[in-house]
């Protein structure tokens, strides 16, 4: 009879706090999006990426060919050096050393290049998503539109729900030393029970 009883009290707990989360939640209009996925199957994403890619390509050809030049040239300086005597041998390691660091920095320059062409491209297109989510959920009565994926993050929300002004202003107060922070935090809920 005891553990009927226990249940079924557990039950109507669980019930009754069912219906408080519902309660509050009912009113809002809450989605999310996967953030990853929408810039995979992103049409203008992919044309970028192509075009990355194909420069990218191109670069790597040039720069191997280099590399496969220099790579024989240091090959077969031993036993040219052998041939044709110290002096030769010292003059020569040092333009193999000069074109080695050569390489590295045209390398390097070119995925400068590569950064500075297609990294604003990419920045424009997250805050051409951002934009389009952010009017998405105005246009569709949302309240918080969620982005999932490597960062997780709201992506839109109702200007109400943002209390980053507040939480900032009572943090630098309390930073200061103010007593108007006490005095804040104590009579903001009474101000909000009353509307």
Not at 98 to 121: D, N, V
Not at 125 to 148: E, P, Q, R
Request: proline residues 2%; neutral net charge; contains cysteine.
């Amino acid at each position: 009879m005891k553990k009927s009883l226990l249940i079924i009290g557990f039950a109507l707990a669980v019930i009754s706090c069912n219906k408080e989360a519902g309660s509050n939640a009912a009113g809002l209009k809450t989605a999310y999006v996967d953030t990853n996925k929408i810039v995979q199957d992103l049409d203008e994403y992919k044309e970028l990426e192509s075009q990355n890619k194909t420069k990218r390509e191109v670069m790597a050809q040039e720069l191997q060919a280099k590399a496969h030049q220099f790579d024989l040239d240091r090959a077969s300086f031993p036993e040219e050096a052998k041939a044709k005597g110290m002096q030769w041998a010292q003059l020569r390691q040092q333009e193999l050393q000069e074109r080695g660091q050569k390489l590295q920095m045209t390398q390097e320059a070119m995925l400068k290049q590569l950064e500075e062409e297609f990294g604003p491209k990419q920045d424009t297109l997250i805050s051409k998503i951002k934009k389009f989510v952010t009017d998405y959920g105005k246009k569709n009565g949302y309240d918080y539109i969620y982005g999932s994926g490597d960062v997780v993050s709201i992506m839109y929300a109702k200007e109400g729900y943002n209390i980053t002004d507040k939480i900032t202003k009572e943090l630098n107060d309390k930073y200061k030393g103010s007593a108007k922070t006490t005095e804040t935090v104590n009579e903001e809920p009474a101000k909000e029970e009353k509307k």
